[in-house]
């Protein structure tokens, strides 16, 4: 069946540093989306990429969607202490249209 | 504008027992998607509800199950519950079959003892 792998698993960085989180699907994917989840809370939507190479960006959240939609990632500049949280994404397969989320890579910030 | 509401919040049952989650989606959706999430996991797709019938199924057994009513609320049913079971279940609700962002709900965190 589908999977959708994400690396890392954890990262911790010193606040003002950068950070990427990469994630792989085995399937061609319509779109691929990427929520946000803080400690105890649940997760929370930040963006969807549709289109083959799309680059959207959110102030200091940068997301790209891979050519052949089979790979995406987020790039976060100047890490702030509010960043710290679990990111996933989750990819729509073209075949299924089922939704399915990565293990998630948690972000640790260090003031 | 009530968001995705979800109850209990938090319950314990014991091996064997069955469960029923509630779920009331945010103003406007019409599709309900559960997801169980294990302690240090991504979510995990159970299934999908769209006008009141089970549009897509994850790799979750026949235990799990569940049902969408006509206000579009919906509840999980959990068989002879094991404890491999305890997890935190959410509920998502979107608009338009599903195809854009999920809302979630807080969750509803089960532990079977």
């Known amino acids: 069946g589908q999977q959708v792998m994400q690396i890392p698993q954890y990262q911790h960085v010193q606040e003002g540093e950068d950070f990427t989180t990469y994630c792989n699907s085995s399937?061609?994917?319509?779109?691929i989306q990427w929520y946000k989840q803080r400690p105890g809370g649940h997760p929370v939507f930040l963006i969807q990429?549709?289109?083959?190479?799309e680059v959207k960006k959110q102030k200091r959240l940068t997301f790209q969607f891979g050519e052949a939609k089979k790979n995406s990632s987020l790039h976060i500049t100047a890490t702030q202490t509010t960043d710290v949280g679990t990111y996933f994404c989750?990819?729509?397969?073209?075949?299924?249209?089922?939704?399915?989320f990565g293990q998630g890579t948690t972000l640790q910030v260090k003031p | 504008d009530a968001g995705v509401t979800q109850s209990p919040t938090h319950l314990i049952k014991t091996r064997g027992q069955q469960v029923t989650l509630r779920c009331s989606p945010k103003?406007?959706?019409?599709?309900v998607s559960w997801y169980q999430q294990a302690l240090g996991q991504g979510p995990q797709f159970i299934f999908q509800?769209?006008?009141?019938?089970?549009?897509q199924r994850g790799n979750f057994p026949d235990r799990f199950s569940g049902h969408q009513f006509p206000n579009y609320s919906s509840e999980l049913n959990v068989n002879a519950l094991l404890l491999g079971d305890s997890a935190l279940y959410l509920c998502?609700?979107?608009?338009?079959?599903?195809?854009?962002?999920?809302?979630f709900g807080e969750g509803s965190r089960l532990t079977v003892l």
């Open positions: 998502a609700s979107s608009f338009d079959s599903g195809a854009g962002e999920l809302f």
């Open positions: 399937t061609t994917l319509s779109n």
């Open positions: 990429l549709v289109k083959s190479g």
């Open positions: 989750a990819g729509r397969a073209s075949n299924t249209g089922k939704l399915i």
């Open positions: 103003s406007g959706h019409d599709t």
């Open positions: 509800y769209y006008e009141e019938e089970e549009r």
